[in-house]
């Protein structure tokens, strides 16, 4: 009920973006989520790049360009988003939801409230969009790390032309798929562990409580959404 | 008669929490809040705390702005080498008497129409404090509407008027 109001209370903070302070707040986040996790989602989709790869050319002797193809249609439409997702929601959503849970806990919530300045604008509209766009950005990057590592798997020195020849063989809408992806997991994974950080016990044993919840309900939203992806992929 | 611009509650725990949400959610903007333990925020360094409330409701970080803080500052009595140490530490590092003081200035800082006070903001300030923030907040904040709830009164100085529970019980139910 609590996500459900929040969710609807969202938009409306919105025109608080013109208030430094929030976009403060923004920058800040944007920080920790998104310029921060770059080396992990990098490393991630380098290694999925080159698992898959070395699994459909090597071990079951798929061609090289048809290796790509499938690692490229793995990754624009699944394993970018999800993994990313997952990365976020290990590294930032508990780290999210203890922090908010422990100014609950401290008072500090009211503060905000005593002082006139709405936590929902203040708070969390900052951490949503950070992590909507830091989800997005990092998908892509996930993306193009593993398509440059099994590209050069495939083709060693030609790996920019086995590259080149990947637009061809994918649809625009799969290259749009990822992005699309990005933002709405990262949006689930801040409104989830946002929801979890402002409600709950007011005890100091309430904060790591809220942060493994926040982790297991993030974790729960995202497979539920890509299911919906998913379903409404084969639909189209 | 014009009603009385400073009003004391005698009110204590739920009574209190749902009175001081009842009054800052009456009146829109900025507002003045000395809380009697904590009160800024532990994420945020000492300055940024200081015009959070003015900044999030468009006020401009001016000239005007400057000078008030430290005006505000020098009547407390921090001269500059020691504010700006200040204005650079984390919440963490503050004790509760400066801490106290800092939410007069924030206070201050932020030009609210409407103060709303904890009563242990007196009790636990000394004297000096008190005396310094009462005529720093009085030259500043001259048309301020102030609340104050808590048990125990607050000093006399101040100047608040006691206001019946029933009033207050009355403005809650509404």
């Not at chain 1, 991630?44 to 048809?66: K, N, T």
């Not at chain 2, 008669?1 to 001081?20: E, N």
Request: charged share 15%; proline share 4%; aromatic share 8%.
């Amino acid at each position: 009920m609590n996500l459900l109001r929040l969710l609807w209370r969202l938009p409306s903070t919105l025109p608080w973006l013109l208030r430094w302070t929030v976009r403060r707040v923004l920058l800040k986040q944007l920080y920790f989520s998104g310029v921060q996790a770059i080396p992990l989602i990098v490393l991630v989709g380098v290694a999925v790049g080159a698992i898959i790869v070395s699994q459909l050319h090597y071990a079951i002797g798929q061609s090289g360009e048809g290796s790509l193809k499938l690692l490229a249609i793995v990754t624009l439409s699944e394993l970018a988003p999800l993994l990313t997702a997952i990365v976020l929601t290990a590294r930032s959503s508990s780290a999210m939801s203890s922090e908010l849970a422990l100014m609950r806990v401290t008072g500090e919530i009211d503060h905000l409230r005593l002082q006139g300045i709405d936590p929902v604008a203040y708070l969390v509209l900052p951490r949503v969009l950070a992590m909507m766009v830091a989800s997005c950005l990092l998908s892509c990057y996930f993306a193009l790390a593993a398509l440059l590592t099994g590209a050069f798997g495939v083709g060693n020195l030609n790996w920019l032309l086995e590259l080149s020849r990947l637009p061809n063989a994918l649809p625009i809408s799969m290259l749009l798929w990822c992005p699309i992806k990005g933002l709405v997991f990262g949006a689930a994974i801040a409104v989830v562990a946002c929801n979890r950080g402002l409600h709950g016990f007011a005890s100091s044993n309430d904060v790591p409580i809220a942060a493994s919840q926040a982790v297991v309900r993030a974790f729960t939203a995202v497979f539920v959404l890509d299911l919906l992806f998913i379903v409404l992929g084969q639909m189209r | 008669m014009t009603p009385p611009q400073r009003i004391w509650y005698a009110c204590d725990g739920k009574v209190r929490d749902a009175a001081l949400a009842h009054f800052a959610a009456q009146q829109s903007g900025p507002k003045g809040w000395l809380a009697g333990e904590g009160g800024l925020l532990g994420n945020l360094r000492v300055w940024e705390n200081m015009i959070l409330a003015a900044a999030h409701h468009g006020a401009a970080l001016d000239a005007a702005m400057e000078a008030r803080l430290q005006q505000g500052l020098a009547c407390l009595g921090w001269d500059a080498a020691a504010s700006s140490a200040l204005f650079q530490s984390t919440v963490a590092a503050l004790d509760g008497e400066t801490t106290r003081k800092l939410l007069a200035l924030r206070t201050l800082a932020a030009q609210p129409a409407l103060v709303l006070v904890q009563c242990e903001w007196f009790h636990r300030s000394s004297t000096a404090t008190l005396d310094a923030c009462r005529m720093m907040l009085d030259q500043g904040l001259p048309n301020a509407r102030w609340i104050a709830l808590g048990t125990d009164a607050p000093p006399a100085a101040w100047g608040f008027q006691s206001a019946p529970l029933s009033e207050l019980n009355h403005a809650l139910e509404r």
